[in-house]
């Protein structure tokens, strides 16, 4: 069972333009909900991440906007360019009080930025 | 500059045989993660360590895959025997976390490409 829904698979932008990826989650216990990027033959970087205390999280270009009620999180870039072209995971964890901390990982966005 | 070391980089190895991946955390991380990534699954989590102790190997298939800390400076994973359906990449990620320390990010290796012909 997929913990972690993420849309869409796919998505080309041209340069300039704002992408956005949605994820979605079921259980209510996660607390952490991180951004990855990957680029071909690397392993997945953290690029932004959010606590459910917050709506809005910014850094650069970058904003993960955070919606507890509908337990949906999404990644907005703004002013995309060619070398944000990579997948983006989103994830989601249980960061405190626990044992565990796994990330739960959704299927991943080809995101194509065209110049 | 800190980072996660995995070898080989790269494994094509025939069906049957025995695969070793090492693992080299960052220094200081007590928890160790083992991914598998493919087209059809995307990022699954066969195994973690914290202190070196198993916490959760619910998505590792038991029969043929074994996952072990010999020290704090060195995680594996091990197929054998070896089959098609294994070809993936596979990496290793590395943070701090427990009791009263929270999670703090995973720094994730390069991965290693594993192809079972």
């Known amino acids: 069972q997929q913990q972690v829904k993420q849309s869409p698979q796919s998505l080309i932008v041209q340069k300039g333009g704002i992408s956005i990826i949605n994820c979605a989650y079921e259980?209510?216990?996660?607390?952490?909900f991180p951004w990855y990027q990957q680029f071909p033959g690397k392993g997945p970087a953290l690029l932004i991440a959010?606590?459910?205390?917050?709506s809005e999280k910014k850094e650069g270009r970058f904003t993960i906007s955070f919606n507890k009620s509908a337990k949906q999180f999404s990644l907005h870039i703004m002013d995309s360019q060619p070398g944000d072209s990579a997948t983006y995971f989103c994830?989601?964890?249980?960061?405190?009080?626990?044992?565990?901390?796994?990330?739960?990982f959704g299927r991943g966005t080809q995101l194509t930025v065209w110049p | 500059d800190a980072r996660v070391t995995q070898t080989p980089r790269h494994k094509v190895t025939e069906m049957g045989q025995e695969v070793t991946m090492r693992c080299q955390p960052i220094l200081g991380h007590n928890t160790v993660f083992w991914y598998r990534q493919t087209m059809m699954q995307g990022l699954e989590l066969l195994a973690y360590?914290?202190?070196?102790?198993?916490?959760?190997d619910s998505g590792m298939p038991k029969d043929r895959f074994s996952a072990e800390m010999p020290d704090a400076t060195l995680a594996t994973l091990k197929i054998q025997p070896s089959e098609p359906r294994d070809s993936a990449v596979y990496f290793c990620?590395?943070?701090?976390?427990?009791?009263?320390?929270?999670?703090?990010?995973?720094?994730f290796g390069q991965g290693t490409r594993l192809t079972v012909v």
């Open positions: 259980n209510t216990a996660f607390d952490y």
């Open positions: 360590f914290r202190n070196r102790a198993p916490l959760d």
């Open positions: 990620a590395s943070g701090l976390g427990g009791q009263g320390v929270g999670y703090t990010e995973a720094f």
């Open positions: 994830a989601a964890s249980k960061r405190w009080g626990s044992t565990l901390g796994r990330l739960y």
């Open positions: 959010i606590r459910p205390d917050v």
